[in-house]
């Protein structure tokens, strides 16, 4: 039974309890121009006070514990949310007043748009996180801009691959449409590449994906998943993430081609990958060779990886 309501968003934020990203994240949620949400916590910090200090002072918030990985946090707040669109942030991401309005604007320009990105800068204002997310000739997920100092370069409002995962914007619609029996995120990544993965199945069953550079949030890069705090914002991530961390990020960009990427096209872009691999465990080699080990135990997702390819797709 569908569950009653005048909701049009769902937001939905997933927090460890780090610092006061949360706080700050729900300010800048309650700040919209659009009014029209319910907002959804999944609290994964191992502190009982956090969780109590949410409730206390924000009382209109649904509360869920943890400790969940970050897929399993999204799937519970999408399984409980009411609203027509879902907005899922990371906790270290805080909204300018009009991003609701203006993704709203943007997925109803065509009924097939099921995913939106904004233009997401850092916390400097000034660097560009992502404006889109892109799937690389060495099958990569490839941030649009990533790095690079805004200069009005991506004020074109266009169609793009797929939204990062700190900042998704999607169609309750579409997720139906493709969700997979364990969930609409799969929870075999853990973390990384979920979000690749999910446009990539969306991109299969017909969906499209829109930039809007008129919906503009800040993000701290690396605040909820890096070690140290000196790693906050660098290019190169692998040295700050934990083992497990790192592990994931090796592992789910394998599962993400295995559950979607067609023949001939792995064919095609086969030198990208080959070169990719020479890099990647090369740097494990160098400086994490235990990692290559630890790898080995990860090879237990790729049989279901492969059943999941033959999963029909509604289009």
Sequence with gaps: MEKPSNTIVSIIIVTCGKQDYLQKCLASCLKQTIQDFELIVIDNSSQVAFGQGIRKLYPPVKLFKGPLSYCESL????????????????????????????????????????????????????????????????????????????????????????????????????????????????????????????????????????????????HVRGGSFRLESKGIGKPFARRYLSQERHLDLIKNRYLAIIKNEKFFAFILHLPGIILFELLQWGYCIIHSPHLIVLFLHKMKYFPAAFRKRKLPLRR
Aim: glycine share 10%.
């Design 75 to 218: 799937n519970q707040g999408i399984n409980d949310s009411c609203g027509e669109y879902i907005f899922a942030l990371n906790d270290d991401v805080t909204l300018e007043c009009g991003y609701i309005e203006q993704a709203l604007k943007a997925i109803s320009q065509d009924k097939k748009i099921g995913m939106v990105s904004g233009k997401i800068l850092r916390s400097d204002a000034r660097t560009i996180d992502t404006t889109g997310l892109f799937l690389s000739y060495w099958r990569t997920a490839k941030e649009r801009g990533y790095g690079k100092i805004d200069c009005g370069q991506y004020e074109k409002p266009e169609y793009v691959f797929g939204v990062n995962g700190a900042v998704l914007f999607y169609r309750k619609k579409m997720l139906e449409e493709i969700k997979e029996p364990e969930g609409y995120f799969d929870p075999a990544f853990h973390v990384f590449y979920e979000d690749l993965d999910l446009a990539w199945r969306a991109q299969r069953a017909g969906w499209k994906a829109y930039y809007t550079p008129a919906a503009i949030a800040y």
